[in-house]
């Protein structure tokens, strides 16, 4: 069956640095990926998104890498904000669904 | 656009009570998800509406729920004599039918069931 999984479940970072959240996906198959954010209390978050015919995609501040031959995914945050402190999450599409991983939790320290 | 809307915000019941929950979708969306969250783990996914048609389910989908979206537009979802297991955050997300968003889930804030 489909896994999707995050190698660290914390991740602590000075405000300022980048922050690299990596993600494991089990099923060749799937074809899009998209990384969510939550904050405490709140819905998951669209940040960015990358289909399997890409290896790299950037938006404002994060950056999505794609490795298929590892079945990876990272989630790279330039300069950390304390409003990037956050649960993050990558999730696979196969067909109508997604499958989402544990998370990683994100604190910026100040 | 208001986002995805989803009522109760917080629901507490005793074991064995039915529990109802609301969500209205972004507006023109015509596929509607629900999916369920608990502490420290991603959301997983219930079930599937495109317009009015249920069209998929999963397998965590017990006999004792049951979802709907009579209109193809506001879904509920139903849990019939909960369980403490029931527990957890119920998220509601939509997508629209094309565009550069169409594979995309915005999801609403969820509702969360406790249940004593």
């Known amino acids: 069956g489909e896994s999707v999984g995050l190698h660290l479940p914390t991740l602590s970072v000075q405000e300022g640095d980048n922050s690299i959240i990596n993600c494991a996906y089990s099923n060749s198959a799937s074809d899009y990926f998209i990384w969510y954010k939550q904050e405490s209390g709140k819905g998951p978050q669209f940040i960015i998104d990358i289909r399997s015919n890409m290896d790299k995609r950037q938006g404002q501040r994060v950056t999505v890498l794609l490795n298929k031959t590892v079945k990876h995914l990272s989630l790279q945050i330039a300069a950390t904000q304390p409003g990037d402190s956050a649960v993050y999450f990558c999730a696979e599409n196969t067909g109508n669904q997604f499958y989402f991983g544990t998370g990683t939790s994100l604190t910026v320290i100040p | 656009d208001t986002g995805v809307s989803q009522n109760p915000r917080h629901k507490i019941t005793k074991r064995g009570q039915n529990v109802t929950f609301r969500c209205d979708p972004i507006s023109e969306h015509n596929r509607l998800y629900w999916y369920r969250q608990t502490l420290g783990q991603g959301p997983e996914f219930l079930t599937y509406?495109?317009?009015?048609?249920?069209?998929?389910k999963s397998r965590l989908l017990s006999d004792r729920f049951s979802a709907e979206r009579p209109k193809g537009s506001f879904s509920t979802l139903e849990i019939q004599r909960t369980e403490q297991g029931d527990s957890a955050m119920y998220l509601c997300?939509?997508?629209?039918?094309?565009?550069?968003?169409?594979?995309?889930?915005?999801f609403g804030s969820g509702t969360q069931l406790s249940v004593l």
């Open positions: 997300a939509s997508s629209p039918p094309e565009g550069p968003s169409y594979e995309k889930l915005f």
């Open positions: 509406f495109q317009n009015e048609a249920q069209l998929e």
